[in-house]
């Protein structure tokens, strides 16, 4: 089931952004362009994805961890989850607070960096703790 535009706190991890044989786990990415190379490390070796797909994970790993940076202390963890159908990116920072979701009627800058994820993604779910808390976005790939 698609939930685009609809992130929901859950107690579970999507299987997908389990590091392993089909993961990639990059605990020292802190900066956007550090994801970004992270995104293309574990994506070298998948089957081809097609360019305008592995711009819209670029795209979606660098709005997490700029929304951690600007909005909550910082990047805790990264991960990237490559599964069959679908690359999951997990970002995890020490803020408990979601992210909020407002329409602008004018030109303000920033906060359209969450609407883009929720966009681009078939899933996004938060993973809320006392000290933190993961954003896992499922990016759907077409193989």
């Given at each position: 089931m698609k939930?685009?535009?609809?992130?929901?706190?859950?107690?579970?991890?999507?299987?997908?952004a389990s590091p392993g044989a089909a993961g990639?786990?990059?605990?020292?990415?802190?900066?956007?362009?550090?994801?970004?190379?992270?995104?293309?490390?574990?994506?070298?070796?998948?089957s081809p994805i097609s360019p305008s797909q592995v711009d819209d994970l670029i795209l979606v790993a660098s709005e997490l961890v700029t929304n951690a940076l600007r909005h909550a202390g910082g990047v805790t963890a990264f991960a990237i989850g490559v599964g069959r159908d679908s690359v999951t990116v997990s970002v995890s920072d020490a803020s408990p607070q979601t992210p909020r979701y407002a329409r602008h009627r004018d030109l303000r800058p920033g906060g359209f960096g969450w609407p883009i994820?929720?966009?681009?993604?078939?899933?996004?779910?938060?993973?809320?703790?006392?000290d933190g808390k993961t954003v896992h976005a499922v990016v759907p790939l077409d193989r």
């Open positions: 939930t685009r535009g609809d992130a929901r706190p859950s107690s579970s991890t999507p299987a997908a990639y786990d990059e605990t020292l990415v802190r900066t956007s362009a550090q994801a970004r190379r992270a995104v293309h490390r574990a994506l070298a070796s998948c994820v929720l966009r681009l993604c078939r899933q996004v779910t938060l993973d809320v703790r006392p």
